[in-house]
């Protein structure tokens, strides 16, 4: 009852003003079940259900109390069809709303004889195919009538003929398909006009006159189809609320709007609008509020805002912007409140934000943010700046790996590094090692745990353990297989300079494939204000069993590897599905983190690696899964929000789906997951799979960047 409600709250408003003293005032006793039953939620408000004979009790009770006893009536009835003539006859009232969910018929006496001017009317979610004309005439003081809710097809010229001092026409929800040219023009005093959720079309909102005084309309939700342009409204110069959501609108050609001068706030979110022409807003300069969100645009030039002066507020939310540019930011001089999340943004100009911009609010969530030197002045401006702590926080890195899933403002501007400045741990080895500090002395594998000597020089003391990585070969390239936290501290080790490590989820492994296996440190474990990585990487070496092999000799190790993982929220808790490839006899260890603190941990056999891990009900997560003993590149991890496929399919069911698609096409299982997601454009929910490094102090999921390798 959305609509019945809200007709209440501008009808008890009204008349609450233009009643006496609530002091004096008391409800009237009005029950006789099953008749009737009312009751005051407010003063001279009187709210009554019952049957088809309850009005006429109702009626006959006001007529022998005060005039001024109730000032808004509220029935709702059953088995009420029509309403009779005379209805209220000498009942003072400023406010009537009747609502059956049946009435199809009013007759033209049935607001006759009422003590006095009747001011607001709602005949909400009853059944009237037309509107009650002739019953109207008896009110030519109304000055609010609400009809939302019934089953109105056309408006005639005729419609609202002798209420010229009707300011408020409620019609939403209706099934309107047509709409006379002059049905508006004559009600001179019109205000706002709703018509959400109706079926109009352009053509048949292009021919209406000129609506001169009319200051707010709702179209949400109707049947609009294509380009806005100059001839798509009729003039109307007093305009200043236009609401278009939730329509087919393509694009915003040059000079739309023409006749709507003092419009001032602008939504045309939920559309499908992708080209804004150069000009489009020329004759709308004064518009304060512009609502953009969920559309299709890719991108906005400065000539298209060129004309938007007085702009406040910019939402461009759920698009598919690739860029933050000045094109977008310079010509709004009063733009104060900038929201682009879940875009494509990967890159912000280093003239996006120059001196004269001063945005209260910018929030970039669910960007793909490139964190190379080309962000640079953006991350001094967002340091500086007086954004809350909330907005810079929604400014996360995706890439470079080594930055991924770092908040801009946190990351020191010296580790923004472009081209051969940038190190993608990924591929760093012995060779070139970031701090020679660690050199790999031994290799043992047994057929089930792969044993690692590392030597760590003694000028890397004292240190904690970090993580190990381990990175499979494919081609040219080298793809993360698995990172796994790892827990150590120099102190506690006989002899510090040795440090032994097991591959946690060995068994993954393939024999006979080949990995890097590399350890990153903390040096300075003692000193938090002074800490740093210490990264040590092995050669590329096979994967053999039962043979120790010292690592100047240059052999290697294989095994299995995590190449997906599907999270979902259900109701019995937090589901985990996790992809292995190739199928090996292998055990595989889940682990649930939230503010890198360790929530749940799981080791599961790799035949079977779906588990729910209970009583997870919240909305953020970190899942990540390695094989027992693999190699070193990445953690392979998500972050969980919300379930990122269709609820009507499985979440295991669909990475079954995607690995047959991999094996029988030849295409890779990445190249899949990617097309699948990015194609469908479906951003009703997110998913992020991220890869970050443990000990991160928060976790953001605001990506669709499904990947189980660092390089595709």
């Known amino acids: 009852m959305f609509w019945f409600r809200g007709a209440l709250m501008w009808l008890g408003a ?50 022998s109390l005060d005039s001024a006893s109730v000032s808004l009536l509220d029935c709702t009835v059953q088995n009420l069809s029509s309403l009779p003539g005379s209805l209220l006859e000498g009942v003072a009232l400023h406010g009537l709303v009747i609502s059956s969910g049946e009435i199809t018929d009013i007759h033209q006496t049935a607001f006759q004889g009422l003590a006095s001017p009747l001011q607001a ?53 209706n099934v309107l398909t047509k709409i006379f040219p002059t049905t508006f023009s004559k009600l001179p005093q019109l205000r706002t006009l709703r018509l959400r959720g109706n079926r109009l079309s352009i053509a048949a909102l292009s021919k209406l006159d000129q609506i001169s005084t009319v200051e707010e309309i709702d179209l949400s939700a109707n049947a609009f189809v294509g380009p806005i342009d100059s001839r798509t409204f009729p003039k109307m110069q007093s305009l200043k609320y236009l609401q278009l959501a939730h329509n087919s609108f393509t694009s915003i050609k040059m000079g739309c709007l023409e006749g709507l001068g003092n419009l001032t706030v602008l939504s ?71 929201r682009l999340d879940d875009n494509d943004i990967s890159i912000v100009a280093s003239d996006a934000l120059k001196t ?39 400014v996360v890195c995706t890439t470079p790996p080594t ?88 102190s506690q080790l006989d002899d510090p300079k040795v440090l032994n490590v097991t591959v946690p989820n060995s068994s993954q492994l393939v024999e006979g494939r080949n990995y890097r296996y590399c350890v990153v440190l903390l040096e300075s474990a003692f000193s938090s204000d002074d ?21 100047t000799e240059g052999t290697v190790t294989n095994s299995p590897n995590v190449t997906a993982i599907f ?83 499985d979440i295991s069911m669909i990475g079954l789906i995607l690995i047959l698609l991999s094996l029988t096409t030849g295409v890779s299982f990445v190249t899949i997951v990617w097309v699948l997601f990015k194609n469908s454009r479906a951003k009703t929910s997110t998913h992020q799979c991220f890869l970050p490094p443990e000990g991160e102090e928060q976790q953001h999921n605001k990506y669709i960047k499904l990947q189980a390798t660092t390089k595709l």
């Not at 259900?49 to 006001?62: F, P």
């Not at 007085?310 to 598919?320: Q, Y």
């Not at 800490?531 to 690592?551: A, Q, R, W, Y």
């Not at 190739?582 to 939230?594: G, I, W």
């Open 268 to 338: 045309l979110q939920h559309n499908q609008i992708d080209v804004i022409e150069d000009h489009a807003f020329i004759y709308i300069s004064r518009i304060i509020e512009l609502d953009l969100s969920h559309n299709r645009i890719v991108a906005v030039s400065g000539a298209s805002l060129a004309h938007l002066l007085s702009l406040n507020n910019l939402d461009l939310r759920h698009n598919f912007l690739r860029a933050l540019t000045a094109d977008l930011v310079q010509p709004l001089k009063k733009l104060q409140n900038l």
């Open 567 to 649: 999270a979902s929220i259900k109701q019995d808790g937090l589901k985990v599905a996790v992809v292995v490839k190739p199928k090996y006899s292998c055990e595989l260890d889940v682990a649930v983190f939230r503010n890198s603190g360790l929530l749940a941990q799981k080791r599961l056999s790799c035949d079977s690696p779906v588990h729910v891990f209970e009583g997870f009900c919240d909305n953020s997560y970190k899942v990540c899964a390695h094989i027992v003993q693999a190699s070193v590149t990445k953690p392979t991890c998500i972050k969980v929000i919300e379930s990122a496929v269709p609820k009507v399919f």
């Open 531 to 551: 800490l740093s990585l210490v990264l040590g990487c092995s050669d590329v070496m096979p994967l053999k069993t039962h043979v120790e092999i010292n690592t």
């Open 121 to 173: 009317l709602g005949l909400p979610n009853n059944q009237l195919t037309s509107i009650p004309t002739l019953a109207l005439k008896s009110l030519p003081e109304l000055d609010r009538l609400d009809l939302s809710g019934n089953k109105l097809r056309i408006l005639d010229a005729e419609s609202f003929k002798g209420l010229y001092n009707l300011s408020f026409v409620e019609l939403s929800n």
């Open 356 to 394: 004269g911009i001063v945005l209260r609010r910018l929030t970039l969530s669910e960007n793909p943010l490139n964190c190379d030197c080309s962000l640079s002045e953006f991350a001094l401006w967002l340091a500086n700046s007086s954004l809350t702590k909330e907005d810079k926080g929604s």
């Open 403 to 490: 930055l991924e899933n770092g908040l801009l403002v946190d990351i020191p501007n010296k580790d923004l590094l472009c081209g051969e400045d940038e190190q993608d741990p990924a591929v760093t080895s012995n060779s070139a090692p970031v701090k020679a500090h660690i050199n790999l002395q031994n290799f043992y594998y047994d057929g089930d745990q792969i044993t690692l000597q590392w030597n760590v020089e003694e000028r890397a003391l004292p240190y904690m353990c970090d993580a190990i990585f381990v990175y499979e070969e494919e081609g040219p390239n080298e793809v993360l297989h698995e990172s796994t936290p790892l827990k150590c501290n120099s």
């Open 14 to 63: 009204l008349c609450y003003v233009a009643a006496p003293s609530p002091d004096l005032w008391k409800c009237p006793d009005i029950n006789q079940e099953p008749i009737v039953e009312c009751s005051c939620d407010m003063p001279h408000t009187l709210r009554c259900t019952g049957d088809r004979s309850a009005l006429e009790v109702i009626g006959r009770t006001l007529r």
